[in-house]
């Protein structure tokens, strides 16, 4: 090996990146990035009255309205008042409370839903119709020049009452770009708030965002929105990219929950952003929050935490491979991006399992305020391996097991042993046998 | 409005696609894709045993390993053989299951692991080491020049063996992009048989992932693989965009159970491969049973499968808003970009809720088998929002609704009210007020 080139490598090693740049941040050739800079519309409270579960009382609607607001959400998107009674009296009631989020109410593309909106206190309307052939085709039956006429009545109509209104279209990606691209300038040019993309069967994909948001970006002169559906399991990628490609506003719900499988899920994305801007992220949203307004909404519609949700799945933060865990404990960014602290919660190094490794468990050693050599707890690893092999361990299988080998230790001969360890020693006796290699783990 | 641009619009339009192109196939532009020629590394058996709650018997490991190879998986990985003895047992077993996938195993980059793998039977071997500077740090603490001598050694020795050989870099997205390449290139001369990108975090995006692919396939000749975290939620739409970027191998897990959060999930990345090509999904893999697949596994590590899953999430394929509804049952396109059909389930139009609408309700006539006029559906299908205002509504509730007013139409004046419909009955009295408006419904 060439020791010049070796030497070469050192050097350059040391002169590379002098200030350490997180590489998850906004890609700085997206001049017209909105990474560090984008805004929620939150619609628990709409898309998510639509999920298979969801009944909201007026009380419990209050109650996530005020949870929301005090999370830090910008918008705060209700069910439309024309579709029944009380939804209209709860938007009406939402708009009273005084939160500091904007409220909004979504509806049809239609005067006679535009003309109860404007009439219930909301700060803004967010328009749609469906715009791709097989909602031309088989929802409302209309054709573009139909749906260009009636935007414009609605827009002036909202306008009008000086507050904010949004136009999108429903189904974008199955849309004609042209039609697309058509009545967007149209809606832009009359002065709406800004423009949606919804990918409402949830399968777009993200350079397929990318490429559509900046096509757009050159088109209006207004914010876009995006409305992301998880049929395909891309939503919060997708709106991610859409902030890449210049989009400004994206639609959440609390754990996603909307119709069938749902959208882009709240806590998924402040997972997603704050690996990108973790300073803008903090600044805006409480997200030592985020685990209580996630049961709230869990309660109330009846599902559990999905067990791998991002951030408050039960082992987003739990580390097992012993490998990984000897690294976590040295320092925690080898194997997180996200701080459990900056979400309220906390690291779980798992050490009861037979991939465990020695760091691990010398860690849980220290924990237990005992004493053992490095050798020492590399012996006993190994027992625990052991045990690991043949059944599931407990933390307090484990615990006795290091008990017990100190207390052998400590009380040399035929000291007698602790209570809680007994059981445990015979079974590790049975396949216990010299063993002085090297911590063996998996990565 | 100029009546000649709608001619032209007209005709434009039926002249548009006349074949219909699937908007969601492979990017035509991506020359490099394997979108329509991907393969599966599934790692429920190695990744997935770091799940938090993982604890694999050894029979439950055969019956997992049997049901992935009748689902068509290419590769089945397993934890590394040093882990533990009975992971080398075990990893002996399912070598001589005689199954159609090949089988791997997964081993650090060092000859003490290698030795014993290729003794094992495996038809492969994973090789992986930390190329970070942080996990170079904190983890192995060995500089490049190390690793890529390891690495010959380690591929040289195995590939004397005449088994497969892969060689991957870990935390690949927070290491040096040139010793990356570096290594690659290397390794890619010595002929491995496919080399390997892992975002051991969970934080890469998309686009970063694009680049990365078609930058190391214009270094290397061989098969890349990717290995994605989902500590933010980009799992799926990484392994998608690593294919179109000419990535041909995605690691996946049952319900993507792995270290934290867990890896692409096996049955949400088929959600997203059946939108871009279904042929080539539907003659590889049997999607039909991948409903059993995913509840073999979550019994085995005690969770529940998460309500939101893609496809098999108990609301995947439910429809709750009235225009969602209307538009799924007058043509499933409309609303379901999936067809629940290709994994032997079935799709639910959800309509005792008060955001039905009177096409929902008029197909549960249908299937009630009862005659009513599109008027007089309209009518009960405002009895029904009455009552959904006020409480949560069963499909009892909704049927006895229906089966009432059925009956006073069918039975004029003071014929007697059937016995389930009662209590219903004088709950709506109480809301009902005369309106003829039109269905109102959330989009």
């Known amino acids: 090996m060439a020791t010049q080139n070796e030497t070469f490598k050192k050097v350059s090693e040391e002169k590379r990146n002098p200030v350490q740049q997180n590489p998850y941040g906004p890609n700085p050739a997206d001049f017209l990035s909105n990474v560090s800079n984008f805004q929620l519309i939150e619609s628990t409270l709409r898309e998510g009255e639509q999920f298979a579960n969801a009944f909201f009382s007026t009380e419990k609607k209050i109650e996530i309205a005020k949870a929301l607001d005090d999370f830090g959400v910008d918008y705060i998107e209700l069910t439309s008042p024309v579709a029944s009674e009380q939804s209209r009296a709860d938007c009406e009631a939402i708009c009273k409370l005084g939160l500091k989020a904007k409220i ?23 328009v749609v119709i469906g715009t791709s052939q097989f909602l031309r085709q088989y929802s409302h039956g209309k054709d573009m020049n139909y749906i260009a006429k009636s935007a414009i009545e609605v827009i002036e109509f909202v306008k009008s009452k000086g507050i904010e209104i949004r136009f999108s279209s429903e189904d974008s990606f199955r849309s004609d770009i042209v039609d697309l691209l058509n009545i967007y300038r149209t ?81 998924g994305l402040m997972a997603r952003m704050i690996a990108a801007d973790r300073d803008y992220v903090l600044s805006k949203y409480k997200l030592h929050k985020l685990r209580d307004l996630e049961n709230l909404v869990a309660d109330a519609v009846q599902v559990n935490i999905p067990f791998n949700n991002p951030i408050t799945g039960f082992c987003a933060f739990t580390h097992k491979a012993g490998i990984h865990a000897k690294a976590i404990l040295a320092n925690p960014s080898t194997y997180e991006i996200l701080s459990p602290a900056d979400f309220g919660l906390s690291r779980y190094i798992h050490f009861a399992n037979r991939l465990t490794g020695w760091n691990a468990i010398k860690s849980r050693v220290d924990q237990l305020n005992l004493n053992l050599t490095d050798d020492q707890v590399k012996d006993v690893t190994q027992k625990i391996k052991k045990l690991g092999d043949v059944r599931q361990l407990s933390i307090d299988d484990v615990d006795s097991i290091i008990r017990d080998f100190h207390a052998e230790i400590a009380t040399p001969i035929i000291a007698p042993k602790g209570e809680a360890a ?14 002085a290699k090297r911590q063996k783990t998996e990565n």
């Open 104 to 126: 909004l109410t979504h509806i049809r593309c239609h005067m006679d839903d535009a003309k109860v909106a404007v009439e219930t206190g909301v700060d803004g309307v967010d």
């Open 422 to 435: 007994g059981a445990v020693d015979e079974e590790i006796a049975i396949t216990e046998e010299p063993e």
């Open 187 to 267: 809606v832009d040019k009359i002065g709406v708030n800004r423009v949606g993309i919804a990918d409402t069967v949830g399968c777009a994909n993200p350079r397929q965002v990318y490429d559509l948001v900046r096509t757009l970006k050159s088109v209006v002169h207004c914010d876009i929105e995006c409305h992301f559906h998880n049929d395909t399991g891309c939503a919060i990628a997708n709106a991610y990219t859409a902030l890449e490609g210049g989009a400004r506003l994206i639609d959440v719900s609390v754990l996603g929950i909307g119709e069938r499988n749902g959208i882009t899920p709240l806590g």
